[in-house]
């Protein structure tokens, strides 16, 4: 009985989180299936999965970010730098493994000096992740002039288009990586300090937690989804492009702002994450599957946004 | 008295003000009269405070009677207090950074022309204000660019541009330096002469017997008397300040402590330059050490030197052992606890729940294997701590924020007992709590001494660093004035230190 209760307390207080946002998320897909009776189907929906993978990791970093009360604008720009970075460790010959570790080590590179350039130099991370959004786009083009580079390496193409144990990879990808971000989040003490400092900077310096480390960490951690984002985007690509992942930092924004991450600090978890990122993914695949001209999706996209964030902070305020 | 009624602009009698159950002013009254400098005396938390507030019109007197040029006095909101001729320079500055003092000090009253802004107007009219009152300032520099005191004077032109008849000035020259308080006490001069009446108040005592013409003391938010300068000594009013007995509120120690047996914490000559300098304390297993200053004399300064949040010359020497601190995290893994001044902005988290901010400070102890939080460990702690302190709250879930200023407070306390600190630092540890819980709280400091744990109270209050401590320092403007303990242990002598006046 007390077993159940238990239950249903969670269950109440889950609702209560999540309810406005689930309920955007089912309403987006009742109204697509009705517009278009093949958007309802399993194939589909793998499809929408598969798109919204690239968003969805680096809008588990960006989660992060945001829950300290920082911004990561730098995220669109490392994903191209991923790619590069991979193209170019196998025209110098390096195997699978030693690229995907180079790779994932650039990404924590280019977060760990935005995030030192934050903590240290105290300057805003808005300011800071501009700035290094325009050099790390920048930094791709070095390598080739500006042409794509591509990508034969059979395992690391077969990431974004091989499936495993009846589910494509990069669908695994995430998985794995919104279990591992849940968990470090909500049962670890790491994840308490990223909320103590984003709740109260302050009294978490006065309480002894070291915040400036807690930020650059931070900074490296959306720097290596973002970087794992760019393996992804890479592999279904077949090559680096110069200009991929251009502006994804903003949908990564909204997937976390839509799953109820406080751009104030201190409140967002990863399930809330994942929602906002579905709700893109849900968006972005059945306007392309009614054709609806790439400038109406903007439009749109942007209205849903506000709408679900309206939503959503009208039902926190009437719980207060 | 003396002169004739006639003089009399300002006249307070009877006036009360109750929040609550709590009796802030009690039969009140004031005779404020033309030209004259009138000083309102008393400690902190005396009810000068709120007399001010309600003189402002940002709270109405409970009962009682004021009026104005004998007419009644009751204004709804400050804007209608300075249209009936009161002006108030307030501690806290209200200036707007970004602009320059001539827009500051014509705020919302700007000349205009045309609904446009008339900059050449504001500029010479801003000009004549501050030529008359014979301020050394630029009218068209940006108030960021100037010295914290000549914002302070800014301030104080800001409040006389209106035709006041009253003038009232709230520790004026807590941020003057000499110089820049005679320009102030220039100003003051001239009002006079004009017939403004101003309403003084301060704690250094030679600049009170310098300028008032009348002295009010005001105690416990009670009227208490009024005197002439020229009948009144400093001894006299400081012992009619804080005269009183001790109240009972204060819980006896629970044992005879031994003075003897090696400090807990010895600090020797701790400097900091422009803050604080040659501070040398020690604090003995289980004794309390009362830190006593008035606003700015470095007392908090020099604690958080000590707890590691900014570096500092000197040596400390914590059980035996010399230690540095480079961060509150060393400090706090040592054993060092601090209940910091302001519990919302440095004490708690308000917007997560009663047990993550009990926690807080104690995390590393509930972390396991993995970094994992023990979650279950954690909660008991919390539960435990809830129940030891009587924290009053809906669930340990229940978000911080959500508590009243003494549970709060408690939530502060809890957070550093889970810590075992040796020394904990408490800077005015009752410092917006209720009567009750502050019984609560004194019971738990002497508890916490009784199991062996030194302890640093800060306090602005002199009842209650007189009714807590074994030992007293004093400290005035960045020294120790003195360290007092046994018969020496008295409110004058206390006070006497900290204004900077020994006899």
């Known amino acids: ?320 | 008295m003396h002169g004739s009624t006639t003089d009399t602009v300002l006249k307070i009698s009877n006036v009360t003000k109750s929040f609550g159950q709590v009796a802030a002013l009690k039969s009140m009254r004031l005779d404020v009269r033309r030209g004259r400098v009138h000083t309102l005396l008393g400690e902190n938390g005396a009810g000068k405070s709120t007399l001010m507030k309600i003189l402002a019109g940002v709270h109405n007197a409970t009962s009682g009677e004021i009026t104005l040029d004998g007419q009644p006095y009751r204004p709804a909101n400050p804007q209608q207090a300075s249209a009936l001729g009161l002006a108030i320079v307030f501690q806290e500055l209200s200036l707007c950074n970004n602009l320059t003092v001539a827009e500051n000090i014509l705020a919302t009253r700007e000349p205009r022309s045309f609904g446009f802004i008339n900059d050449k107007a504001l500029v010479s009219r801003a000009k004549a204000i501050v030529a008359d009152l014979g301020l050394p300032i630029d009218v068209t520099e940006k108030v960021g660019n100037l010295s914290i005191a000549q914002r302070q004077l800014v301030e104080i032109a800001k409040g006389l541009s209106h035709d006041a008849k009253v003038v009232i000035l709230d520790e004026p020259t807590s941020s003057l330096s000499d110089s820049e308080a005679e320009i102030l006490f220039d100003i003051i001069g001239r009002l006079k002469s004009r017939g403004v009446a101003v309403i003084y108040i301060s704690h250094r005592m030679e600049e009170i017997m310098r300028l008032s013409d009348d002295i009010t003391v005001i105690r416990d938010g009670e009227y208490v008397s009024t005197h002439d300068r020229n009948d009144v000594t400093i001894e006299a009013l400081i012992a009619l300040m804080v005269g009183r007995r001790m109240e009972e509120i204060y819980p006896p120690p629970s044992h005879e402590r031994s003075t003897q047996g090696a400090p807990m914490l010895a600090v020797e000559n701790l400097t900091r330059q422009g803050e604080f300098a040659d501070i040398s304390f020690a604090v003995g297993p289980g004794e309390i050490l009362g830190f006593f200053g008035l606003v700015g004399s470095g007392r908090s300064e020099v604690m958080n030197a000590l707890f590691g949040m900014k570096n500092a010359d000197g040596t400390v020497r914590l059980d035996g052992k010399d230690v540095r601190f480079r961060s509150p995290a060393e400090a706090i893994a040592r054993g060092i606890g601090f209940v910091t001044e302001n519990r919302k902005e440095e004490g708690l988290v308000l917007g997560h729940s009663v047990e993550w901010n009990i926690s807080m400070a104690a995390l590393p102890d509930f972390t396991g294997p993995f970094g994992f939080t023990r979650g279950s460990a954690e909660r008991k702690a919390a539960a435990a701590e809830v129940g030891r302190l009587a924290i009053k709250t809906h669930s340990l879930d229940t978000p911080a924020g959500a508590l009243s200023g003494g549970n709060q407070q408690k939530i502060v306390l809890a957070k550093w007992l889970l810590t075992r600190p040796k020394v904990l630092i408490l800077d005015e540890p009752t410092r917006g709590v209720d009567v009750g819980a502050k019984f609560e709280i004194y019971k738990i400091i002497r508890q916490l001494a009784a199991e062996g744990t030194a302890i640093l109270l800060i306090s602005s209050e002199l009842p209650e660093v007189l009714g807590m401590s074994d030992r007293v320092v004093v400290m005035h403007e960045g020294v120790i004035g003195a360290t007092l303990s046994g018969t020496d242990l008295t409110p004058e002598t206390i006070m006497a230190h900290a204004t900077g006046f020994q006899s």
């Open chain 1, 1 to 320: 009985m007390t077993q159940q209760t238990a239950a249903q307390a969670a269950l109440v207080r889950a609702m209560k989180q999540y309810g406005g946002i689930l309920l955007s998320l089912v309403m987006l897909c009742v109204i697509f299936s009705f517009l278009n009776p093949r958007f309802m189907s399993v194939v589909n929906f793998m499809n929408i999965l598969q798109q919204v993978a690239v968003i969805a990791i680096a809008a588990f970093g960006m989660t992060w970010v945001i829950l300290l009360g920082e911004i990561d604008l730098s995220v669109g720009s490392i994903i191209a730098v991923a790619g590069m970075v991979g193209a170019q460790c196998f025209a110098f010959g390096l195997g699978f493994g030693p690229a995907l570790a180079v790779t994932i080590l650039a990404g924590a590179l280019m977060g760990m000096l935005n995030g030192v350039l934050t903590a240290k130099l105290l300057l805003p991370s808005f300011i800071v992740t501009v700035a290094t959004m325009g050099i790390y786009r920048g930094l791709v083009s070095l390598p080739t002039n500006g042409a794509p580079a591509m990508i034969d390496n059979s395992t690391w193409t077969a990431i974004g288009t091989e499936g495993f144990l009846g589910l494509p990879i990069i669908i695994w990808v995430v998985a794995v990586l919104f279990v591992i971000n849940q968990i470090v989040l909500s049962k670890t003490s790491f994840g308490r300090r990223a909320y103590l400092t984003g709740g109260n900077r302050e009294a978490a310096i006065y309480s002894g937690i070291k915040v400036d480390r807690i930020k650059i960490i931070i900074f490296m951690i959306s720097g290596v989804m973002a970087a794992i984002s760019g393996v992804l985007l890479s592999s279904r690509l077949f090559s680096a492009q110069t200009n991929a992942g251009m502006s994804y930092e903003l949908d990564a924004i909204a997937a976390a702002v839509l799953g109820g991450t406080s751009l104030a600090g201190g409140v967002g978890t990863m399930v809330g994450t994942l929602i906002g990122a579905l709700i893109i993914g849900v968006m972005n695949n059945g306007m392309n599957m009614l054709s609806v001209p790439y400038f109406y999706q903007l439009i749109v996209k942007g209205l849903v946004i506000l709408v679900a964030v309206w939503l959503d902070v009208r039902a926190k305020q009437a719980k207060r």
